[in-house]
Every structure is written in C-alpha cells, then in structure tokens.
C-alpha cells in the first residue's frame, strides 16, 4: 500500500478532468441546443437530475451491500436505468453548426 498513494492521485485526479470536461461539455450543448435566451430552465432541471443521482447512487449502493452483501445488484440495476435513459438519444438528430 505504500506506493498505491501516486497511483490513486493519478487515478482521482483523472477522474476530475473526465468530469469536468463532460459537465463543461454538456452544459455547452444546452446552450447550443436551446439557445442563450431559453437556456435557464433547462440548465436548472440538468444539474437537479445530477444533484438526484449524486444523492440517490450512494445510498442505493450502501443498501444493497447492507441488505444483499453484495454491489453488483445496485450497480447493474443503476447501469440498465442509465441505458433505458439513453434510448431516445439513438434516434435523435444533432443540431445543426451554428
């Protein structure tokens, strides 16, 4: 374990660019998609659904490995509601270049 502490830095610290890229880049497409004037609402409504998951994900997890010794229930329950969630995405079109 003495060495694990660069490898998990590394490991975290890449963790963050990949989020702060992703949140960055979902909140530029909002704002393309719906453009600067109508953005507010759906701004909101975006980081509610994220604050949901923040809040909902751990605690789901913390009661499967109470309740079923074991995470793998949770996270794959979690993994089939995000794909049923992506669905629509398949068949949407992109905008158009501004």
């Given amino acids: 374990l ?3 502490l660069p490898s998990l830095a590394a490991a975290i610290s890449t963790q963050g660019a990949c989020m702060g890229l992703l949140d960055t880049g979902g909140n530029v497409l909002l704002i393309w998609l719906q ?4 953005v507010e609402p759906y701004m909101q409504a975006m980081h509610a659904a994220f604050a949901i998951g923040a809040v909902a994900s751990p605690l789901f997890i913390e009661w499967a490995l109470t309740e079923l010794r074991s995470f793998a229930p ?3 329950s979690i993994a089939a509601f995000l794909a049923l969630c992506s ?3 398949a068949t949407y079109r ?5």
């Fill in 2 to 4: 003495e060495g694990a």
């Fill in 87 to 89: 669905l629509p995405l």
């Fill in 35 to 38: 453009g600067p004037t109508r």
């Fill in 94 to 98: 992109g905008p158009l270049a501004p």
């Fill in 74 to 76: 949770a996270f794959y």
